[in-house]
T-cell receptor
Framework: GQNIDQPTEMTATEGAIVQINCTYQ??????LFWYQQHAGEAPTFLSY????GLEEKGRFSSFLSRSKGYSYLLLKELQMKDSAYYLC???????????????FGTGTLLAVQP | EPEVTQTPSHQVTQMGQEVILRCVPI?????FYWYRQILGQKVEFLVS????????KSEIFDDQFSVERPDGSNFTLKIRSTKLEDSAMYFC?????????????FGEGSRLTVL
């Protein structure tokens, strides 16, 4: 089966650092994505990991451990505009790579406070 | 920057009516998708489309749903006889795994309200 778990909500302070965790158990794995989604809007791509380790991209970093089925998204120097849902998603290529679909977790609502 | 476009942004319909949601994927992408998000819930996979045919569909995508790429640019989702529980935001997405990370690019969504 497919199971992707994230905390439901987190709160952090402007200027601080926050880590959002994601654990997954999926039948197929070809990479893990993090997306940001503001309420009522489309998900937008933040980061991608396919190998173990840390990927850094400006204020955002993402880490993956495939053996543990674990990832986290690290947001530094938090800004008020970072208040949003953060979605962890696993890519499943399907049979023969014909699908390339993403399976999403439930998302974590991050509230950044002044 | 290329983007996925969707129409309409919001549609209200009566239960039992047919609805067609339209999408124009990014032009050089090869994979197309429909996802839905019921209010307050997670983004759920409905169907993927590759090489002019459905490559995978979820259990949500039953006989009431169909997809079509009629003219090489549009990608449509049809719900034949809408039910109350079809009320959701429907997102179209496209990707090309051979480009960069192969991430999915999402449209702004079509909000469907079934009364």
């Amino acid at each position: 089966g497919q199971n992707i778990d994230q905390p439901t909500e987190m709160t952090a302070t402007e200027g601080a650092i926050v880590q959002i965790n994601c654990t997954y158990q999926t039948s197929g794995f070809n990479g893990l994505f993090w997306y940001q989604q503001h309420a009522g809007e489309a998900p937008t791509f933040l980061s991608y990991n396919v190998l173990d380790g840390l990927e850094e991209k400006g204020r955002f970093s993402s880490f993956l451990s495939r053996s543990k089925g674990y990832s986290y998204l690290l947001l530094k120097e938090l800004q008020m505009k970072d208040s949003a849902y953060y979605l962890c998603a696993v890519r499943d290529l399907g049979y023969g790579g014909a699908t390339n679909k993403l399976i999403f977790g439930t998302g974590t609502l991050l509230a950044v406070q002044p | 920057e290329p983007e996925v476009t969707q129409t309409p942004s919001h549609q209200v319909t009566q239960m039992g009516q047919e609805v067609i949601l339209r999408c124009v994927p990014i032009s050089n992408h090869l994979y197309f998708y429909w996802y839905r998000q019921i209010l307050g819930q997670k983004v759920e996979f409905l169907v993927s489309f590759y090489n002019n045919e459905i490559s995978e569909k979820s259990e949500i995508f039953d006989d009431q749903f169909s997809v079509e790429r009629p003219d090489g640019s549009n990608f449509t989702l049809k719900i034949r006889s809408t039910k109350l529980e079809d009320s959701a935001m429907y997102f179209c997405a496209s990707s090309d795994p051979g480009l960069g990370t192969g991430e999915l690019f999402f449209g702004e969504g079509s909000r469907l309200t079934v009364l």
